[in-house]
């Protein structure tokens, strides 16, 4: 089960001096069992659950194969998976988890099955229907790790009747949306001009976007770009309209909070993961449900690039001993006309093209939502995080020059301290 | 570090010798040879019967810890790291140099662990030991007001962490809206880097100082009257009965209570882990060397380093408690 | 009135008795209140509305609720943690008595000062050294997640607790009675058994309670040794902020499901408490 040093073979993947991968699902496959009338699905709790539990049923009528959900919230299921997967567990078979987060090191620690064949054997279920940058985001090193079973990307909700009171129209710049944010700022009344992540390790994947609009990344040719030009300006940004046009404590805010704030009608901006747009026009939770509008994530001096990720991925244990059955159940899973029902019944946004194309699907999300998915599938990038093995010690590096800025404090310092940091990582993490 | 149980006859044994058992057990004049044999087993049993008494917790507690801690040392010297099963080289002392280099995060730490330690620790005992003379005399309702103390120090630390958070979230919390009433200038509390640990060490000595104030309370009950008589006929008065007769015969249980508290606060992490959550914020306000280990080993799965890091802070618990001891040995001077 | 001017001695002391007694009344209350307001607020927000809650110009006059209850036992589905908690915290409270009992009548009766220290040990290393060595070699053998590693090591936070406590009350017990049994015919262990031990049930009360309120509160052995199946109501609660938004209602009442149980054990049987606490605590 474990890696040897003779199958790690060099490979100059993308962003990471990585490991193939394909040795690592695994050396030696587990023995698998014959007659299967039953697999284990383990989950994040995510729209995609939710809405096919209601189909599973189905599915045990047409392939006699029974299907038993165990649902986490989102940090548990790491630490669930940590948990079995060290101790070898094999009474799971299929694994949905968060790409970015986990995939290289549940990759390189063999836990997940390479599936690149799988998905290019499959010919009618077709693996080409999915989005680019989906299929992009499941690779790791040119290796196929899962199948995306949803998209996310980032968008700017926004007041309209503040900016109609105002007489402004809706920003497509960041500079326009510093000035919008500066002109509703209202701090005396309670209204912030802009509310967005302001805790180091969740303000991360959200800082990406900026960070790419303005020219960077968090990683160029292998090595840490933290204190490129662009990246200063971006960290510079960033924590200048939360400093001065964010909410009061704001560097302890996670998307929790910070989309409270807009939802309460005490925040005239608020930029993140259009996912999260059910909450504001659900009149149990939001007084905005009227007001709320969106629009495609404004241009920096690059272009607008923001992120467009897979949140969540379904996979296979390598230690399961019913890998096809897995697999099997994971291309009905996410077979086009799933895909399509998961997203006209439950607002799932699908990773799939032809979903979006399907007029009657995605009917049922806001207009707003529709043309702003249309809208970016050009320039979008992939991955809003660093792309390395240890993602969360990399966020908190990543993390610690946005709280300097927010704070005011030396943002030249405090990149090129996360850089030297990052880089440490980069290195550590190559194979020697 | 105690090392190595008690063998059996290490000392010697008066209460074995004096105890009259095998004296007048019986002959082997019974008949029935069944007795014959429950009693060559009863008295085998009890020859033997300290070490069968004592052994299995010991064996119990020696693989608990001799097995960890060994293992921990053997991880600390290696780059171990990502999953159990994944192989490993050896790196020498490169995990303690990388730490004890580390001005971001360790040294930090380091002293927001002593700083957390030391407040709580002055605070418990000052308050504790006011509470305990406050109860000294009986009253009518003793019995209820100590009840009543009680109910901090069996409360579970994580929901106390969760209560505080309610109690003083900065817009919607009772505290601050009394501070507020009050016309003082509303905090941050758990919220602000700048007042998260001493929020977090007031609310140890909110949750321990009953546990203090008890273990005093015992003390006082138990010391005898005659000093005090003595000193009420030299006329001294009530504070001077305190400095010299109270102080001095407590001061051993004050020793013993602090190095309960002073162990128990260098190793708090519930309500700390509970409230701010991992990494200890976002600037790493609240991370002592407690939760920073934690995290290395179970969220960023660091085996390695986080080993190294936590055989440097068995040291540091080890000088505290050596501090500790001198002082208990001072204070009997 | 004359005997105004007769006694003016005792009773200027009577009246400074009475200020003083006034004073040390009105100090125990200030105390009481310090430590117990807090909580009692906690029980309060339990019975309110997440909206009432956020709004402290409603707290106090908004109307009872237990909705949050509710909100916890269905919605949250705690039943299966507090299931979970009261088997590992009985269970290893359990062993550590049948374990530890002998293990503190041996230390006793035969002064072996080197088991107490190291029995105490346990109480002086901190979790995480131990957990992650815990953590490779339950993994290596395939348990980890399970009960019997979930009760082994709570085994470890209750088993120096009635070692110290029963070590006390051994040595308070008389010899006598078991050296007469002796006399009459019975072993040693026999005179344990059924002498000691039962004269022993106050003791072995004081142990078990205490016991049990540390491995019921214990957090961080399940926080990394539990799966889903067998996670305790400590892990549980502090999962709580990782739903959707804030549910302060939902979490107080989960707070209150949490402490409610070992405060009454620890109220109804608060003489055990108090004097074990003590023994725990000086006999380290």
Known sequence: MSITRRNLILAGGLGTAGLTLAACGGGSPAKQDEDVTDITVVSGNNPWVQGLEKHLDRYAEETGVAVHLDTYGNEQLNDQYKVKLNASDDTFDVMVFQVQDVAREFARNGWLLDVTDRVEAESDWGWDDFQEAAREAVTVDDVVLGVPLMTERHVVYYRKDLLEKAGMAVPTTLDELEAAAEALHDPGSGMSGIAMRGQAVAAVTQFSSFLYSFGGDFQADGASALNSDAAIAAYDYYGRVLREFGPEGVTSMGWVEASALFAQGRAAFYLDADSQAYTFLDESSSSVVETVDFAPFPAGPAGSKPYSIVPWTAGINSFSRKQDAAWKFITWATSQGMLTTLMSEDTLPSPRQSSWDDDAAAGSFPAGLVTNVQATLDGVVGHDRPQVEQVAQAREYVGAPIIASINGEDVPAAATKADEQLQELIDAEAPA | ???????????????????????????????????????????????????????????????????????????????????????????????????????????????????????????????????????????????????????????????????????????????????????????????????????????????????????????????????????????????????????????????????????????????IYATKGRGGGSEHEVETLNILAYGQSFEFSQYGRASALLMIFLMLIVAALAVIHILRKAGQQ | MNTVTTLPLPRRRTSRHRL?????????????????????????????????????QRFLTAGFTLDNYRGVLSRYNFSPFIANSFLIAFASTLIALVVGAPAAFAISRFHVRNATAFLMLARVLPGVSLLVPWFFLFSTLGVVGGYPVLIGTHVFVTL??????????????????????????????????????PLSVPGLATSA??????????????????????????????????????????LMAAAVVITLPVILVALVAQKYVVSGLAAGATKG
């Open chain 2, 1 to 271: 570090m105690i090392t190595g149980t008690a063998p059996a006859g290490a000392e010697p044994d008066a209460a074995h010798l004096s105890a009259p058992g095998p004296v007048f057990r019986p002959e082997d004049h019974r008949p029935e040879r069944r007795r014959g044999l429950r009693d060559r087993l009863g008295s085998w049993i009890d020859r033997h019967l300290k070490v069968l008494f004592i052994a299995p917790s010991v064996a119990y507690i020696a693989t608990m810890i001799a097995f960890p801690i060994l293992y921990t040392v053997y991880l600390s010297l290696t780059n171990s790291q990502g999953a159990v099963t994944r192989p490993f080289d050896m790196v020498g002392l490169e995990n303690y140099t990388h730490w004890l280099t580390d001005t971001d995060r360790f040294w930090p730490a380091t002293w927001r662990t002593i700083y957390y330690t030391a407040l709580a620790l002055a605070l418990e005992m000052v308050f504790g030991l006011a509470i305990a003379l406050l109860l000294r005399k009986s009253f009518r309702g003793q019995g209820i007001v100590r009840a009543a103390i009680l109910a901090p120090l069996v409360a579970t630390p994580v929901a106390i962490g969760m209560m505080w958070m309610l109690l003083l979230e900065p817009n919607i919390g009772i505290v601050n809206h009394m501070l507020g009433n009050l016309s003082l200038p509303r905090l941050g509390f758990l919220t602000s880097p700048g007042q998260a640990l001493t929020t977090l060490a007031l609310i140890d000595v909110w949750q321990w100082t009953p546990m203090v104030a008890l273990i005093l309370l015992a003390g006082l009950s138990s010391l005898p009257d005659e000093p005090y008589e003595a000193a009420s006929v030299d006329g001294a008065s009530r504070l001077q009965q305190f400095w010299y007769v109270t102080l001095p015969m407590l001061w051993p249980t004050m020793a013993a209570a602090m190095m309960l508290r002073a162990v128990d606060a260098l190793k708090s992490f519930d309500v």
């Open chain 3, 209 to 250: 309670i205490l016991a049990f309120i540390f491995s019921w509160n214990n957090f961080l052995f399940a926080l990394v040794l539990s799966s889903q199946q067998t996670r305790t109501l400590p892990v549980a609660i502090s999962n709580f902020t990782a739903y959707a938004s804030v549910d302060w209602g939902g």
């Open chain 3, 20 to 56: 003083g007694s006034t004073l040390r009344t009105v100090a125990i209350a200030v105390v009481l209140a310090v430590l117990l307001l807090p909580i009692v607020w906690m029980v309060l927000a339990s019975l309110r509305t997440t909206l009432d809650i956020v709004d402290p």
């Open chain 3, 160 to 197: 120096p607790f009635v070692v110290a406590v029963m070590a006390g009350f051994f040595t308070s017990l008389p010899e006598e009675l078991e050296e007469s049994a002796q006399v009459d015919g019975l072993t040693r262990a026999g005179a344990f058994l059924r002498i000691t031990l």
